[in-house]
């Protein structure tokens, strides 16, 4: 029984106007939908950020993969990585740029997927088994212009409540932050709250989350995220303010000897997806200190049991472990589920752009959040089906959006000319 064919497919999703330290998001977000089907018509899925690079060398691989054995993993692995001649460099900007650690996991995923269809067993069995039967996620918070993406671009409907008004209007200084805040939270049951900063001066940002303190009270978990965009002295100085108020500050500053320095100069965990983002990275953080959180990503990481690798890694030096989370549809949060059921040391209630997409793969439409959390499902593979009609449409959808690859900077000139992303902005 071996794999007949691998395809991919570029998708495009609604994504509302999101301000971040890189810009500002387009009206779509990009993913590739990777399919892997065996000899006797089963197929295993994975999903990865959508950049056209991270496409070619999904295709490059195609020789790889097609006629291995599903079953034969870590060779399949080991030939990609010999097989794959890409650049893997993260890049400076908030989100993750490299192309060989997205083919890894797209295929891993979609492999493991495909084994447990085969076997009729949830891909929690194949990592071990589960810990928990339900994985905990964080409200994700950000700074936006109005709009809710896609055809909508930045206009508005009439007439919604709830969520789907929230997710829709502005939200552009404390109030609107704390507007956003009651409404995803009713809205999924979310009992942790992260504000995705690097958009605004830093006191406007801190002045949100006390915002948030004082509308929540001291029991709701609060985390700041500046993508790294500060200055140690400014990073050290809001931590000060925010001793007491968050959860964890994460990336307030760029690369581990900044983090360390912070670190030793505040009394708050600190929390990274921007400075420990390899196995490379790993050494540093040790020595240095870094950090206290590591937030873990398949996507960046390689695949599933790479994280599960992580995993270990926290445990013995002593870090706390969440998940980070890029926007995404249905395939990733199961993947992310399916992983999260089986680390015991999640110590954190994982990050997710789920709420803020609306376009879905998966059939039955979105991913049910039940108290914050997602039910771990015991169903074959990653335990959701694809809706063709869905990733045609979406398919479609990126033809005709004409994006190829995410840039914020380019996004963020349409409302401000002559914005210029800037490593160290205040």
């Known amino acids: ?106 295929i891993e995923v979609a492999l493991l997927d495909l084994q447990g269809r085969m076997l009729g067993r949830p891909v929690h069995e194949l990592l071990g088994g589960k810990v928990r039967d339900r994985v905990e996620f964080s409200a994700y918070l950000f700074y936006k212009y109005e709009g809710a993406g896609g055809e909508l671009g930045f206009h508005t409907k009439s007439g919604l409540t709830g969520w789907a008004q929230a997710r829709q209007a502005a939200a552009l200084d404390p ?49 700041l995220d500046p993508n790294a965009i500060w200055t140690v002295e400014t990073a050290i100085r809001i931590g000060r303010d925010l001793e007491g108020v968050l959860e964890y500050y994460e990336d307030p500053v760029r690369g581990q000897e900044a983090m360390a320095e912070v670190r030793q100069a505040l009394d708050i965990p600190m929390a990274t997806n921007m400075c420990t983002t390899s196995f490379g990275d790993l050494p540093g953080s040790v020595a240095l200190g870094s950090e206290d959180v590591i937030l873990s990503d398949h996507h960046f990481w390689g695949g599933l049991r790479p994280s599960q690798d992580l995993a270990a890694f926290c445990r013995v030096f002593g870090r706390g472990l969440s998940m980070h989370s890029n926007s995404h549809v249905g395939i990733s949060l199961a993947a992310m589920t399916q992983l999260g059921a089986t680390i015991p040391n999640l110590t954190y209630a994982c990050d ?6 609306e376009d879905e793969v998966v059939a039955g439409g979105q991913i049910h959040f039940d108290d914050g959390c997602v039910e771990v499902s015991d169903e074959p593979g990653l335990g959701v089906e694809v809706d063709r009609d869905e990733l045609a449409r979406l398919q479609a959808q990126y033809e005709a959006c004409g994006l190829t690859h995410r840039d914020d900077e380019v996004e963020m000139q349409k409302v401000e000319p002559g914005w210029k992303f800037a490593a160290t902005r205040y």
């Open 175 to 223: 109030d609107g932050i704390v507007a956003q805040a009651r409404a995803m939270c009713d809205e999924y049951g979310f009992k942790s709250i992260k504000l995705k900063g690097g958009a605004f001066p830093p006191d406007e940002e801190a002045a949100a989350i006390h915002a948030m303190r004082a509308a929540f009270g001291p029991g709701t978990p609060l985390r």
């Open 1 to 106: 029984m071996n794999i007949q064919a691998l395809y991919v497919y570029p998708i495009a999703v609604g994504d509302p106007p999101l301000l971040n330290a890189g810009g500002l998001h387009a009206p779509y977000a990009l993913r590739l939908i990777v399919e892997l089907v065996s000899d006797d018509g089963i197929s295993g899925f994975g999903e990865v950020p959508g950049h056209f690079k991270t496409r070619a060398a999904l295709e490059a691989v195609r020789p790889v993969v097609e006629g291995a054995s599903p079953f034969h993993l870590n060779d399949i692995l080991n030939r990609i990585a010999a097989h794959l001649d890409v650049e893997d460099n993260r890049g400076d900007r908030p989100w993750d740029s490299r192309q060989a650690v997205h083919v890894r996991s797209a």
């Open 352 to 357: 997710t752009h789920y709420p803020w997409q």
